[in-house]
């Protein structure tokens, strides 16, 4: 079992930033794919960002991929997500998720191990 907890959400001002942290823990072994996911009020969840096990691959949905960068540190078991010119329409639930693959994975469905989530709000 995987444990996944979150931290780095908050309130930012429209053209902030923030940095997220996800830190694993409870790992019996084996590589782990993981990611960054969003859910706003009355939407569905939707991918942000994903990276596999060696931090070579990386995916930011295109919408977002001037903006947000995913990476990590295996050596502390904790994947970042750095949030640039934050907008309003960027407030949500973040989530990140963990799935046993060396490879990217960018289907949200194939997460298996999720963490509670950190809000971030960004004021206009």
């Known amino acids: 079992q995987v444990q996944l907890v979150e931290s780095g959400g908050g309130l930012v001002q429209t053209g902030g930033s923030l940095r997220l942290s996800c830190r694993a823990s409870?790992?019996?072994?084996?590589?782990?794919?993981m990611g960054w996911f969003r859910q706003a009020p009355g939407k569905d969840r939707e991918t942000v960002a994903t990276?596999?096990?060696?931090?070579?691959?990386?995916f930011v949905t295109y919408s977002m991929k001037d903006r947000f960068t995913i990476s990590k540190d295996n050596a502390k078991n904790t994947v970042y997500l750095q949030m640039r010119r934050l907008e309003p329409e960027d407030t949500a639930v973040y989530y990140c998720?963990?799935?046993?693959?060396?490879?990217?994975?960018?289907?949200?469905?194939?997460?298996?191990?999720w963490g509670q989530g950190t809000q971030v709000t960004v004021s206009s």
């Open positions: 409870g790992r019996p072994g084996g590589s782990y794919a």
């Open positions: 998720a963990a799935v046993e693959s060396s490879a990217l994975v960018t289907s949200i469905a194939r997460y298996d191990f």
């Open positions: 990276i596999s096990w060696s931090g070579d691959s990386t």
